[in-house]
């Protein structure tokens, strides 16, 4: 069968998504992509610009479309007769941490919400996200000023499911032990951005640090160009101690660091999924996650004692024993990368291909699905090892 992707933000898990689905999927998929930048206007105006540069539609059984497009508005221009629409969620804005004073987010809020209703399936990349966006829409709407809709949830919650991200990673063995830094290399590879929280994140380094512990840093992730304040005064403070500063262009290169290091840590605000974390587990380190957000959701459940921590200084003193003894993680991370595997592309590509035949209409199990919902249960959502 035949589909055409429409991603107007290729970048980052967006890119890695629409590229990982494109290459294992048994169907043929087309991309139409826009660059990963000016993502307001990508959700405001991007179906003005798509509508006009896009092959004959009635080649396709199906059409592709993540969260920061205007459906509504893309389906009102083409007409029709129109291809069954899948709708991809990596985040929304009605429940994403909006910087102080954005008068914008009510209007991006509303794209979000419309987009899921005149879609034909829905698709969220974890349950926490499915169940905090279909929460959040009876709120948010109720800010309308008159004539608020009802049921706009329920309608939404009929068509939707769970399928986690794949990961695109290459099919490592076991993990190198020998390839880790000696001290122990801390791994930040999210967005340098305020709702992954980074303060924190330096607060403790600057407390371990104050204990006299040894360690070193690697400051990866995506910031666009710009270097928040509060990563220009780490990069005086860890001068001697951090040895990889900024985002990583190079695939390969991003990958060897991620080999090398011990443990991962996120102190994020905002987290749907964690493609970065679950990379970094799959190549070696531990993590240390917030005990919410998608986090106890993605990690299997006989790791959540050692490596979620429920506040700062839980964090603290978790990390202060991984950098204290880094050996004795060995076997458990050895055994926490092969649980993480699960999320490989290779092991969770054939769900979302039986997804989209159901969205051309040609699932030969619809009763994998249920009636009306399609009955992709988070963790049946991969195969778990």
Known sequence: MKYLFLETYCQGSHALFVNG???????????????????????????????????????????????????????????????????????????YPQPPGDKGAFQLGIINITTAVVADLVVFNSKMHKDAFLNAVPEFLKRGRDFRPKGVADKIREKSGVLYPGITLPSYGDVDAEKQTDPPLIVWNHRWGFDKNYKIFFNVLEDLDDRGLDFHIALMGENFGLIPEDFKQAEERFKDRILQFGYILLREEYEKWLKRGAVVISTAMQEN?????????????????????SYPEILPEEFHEHFLYKNRHDLMEKLFLIISDYKRYELIRTRLAEKMRSFLWKNVVSRYDRVLE????????????????LHLHAWDAVVRP
């Open 21 to 95: 689905l494109s290459t294992y999927s048994s169907h043929d998929i087309d991309i139409v992509s826009m660059p990963g930048e000016n993502w307001r206007w990508r959700m405001l105006g991007a179906a003005l610009h798509i509508v006009d540069n896009i092959p004959p539609l009635e080649e396709y059984d199906g059409i592709i479309v993540t969260d920061l497009f205007n459906l509504a508005d893309f389906k009102a221009l083409v007409g029709l007769p129109c291809p069954p629409v899948l709708a991809y969620f990596h985040e929304n804005q009605m429940t």
């Open 273 to 293: 999924f964690g493609i970065s974390v679950i990379e970094a587990m799959i190549m070696g380190c531990v993590p240390l996650l917030p005990d919410r957000l």
């Open 358 to 373: 159901r969205l051309a209409g040609d699932c030969s199990d619809a009763s994998e699905y249920g009636k009306n919902e």
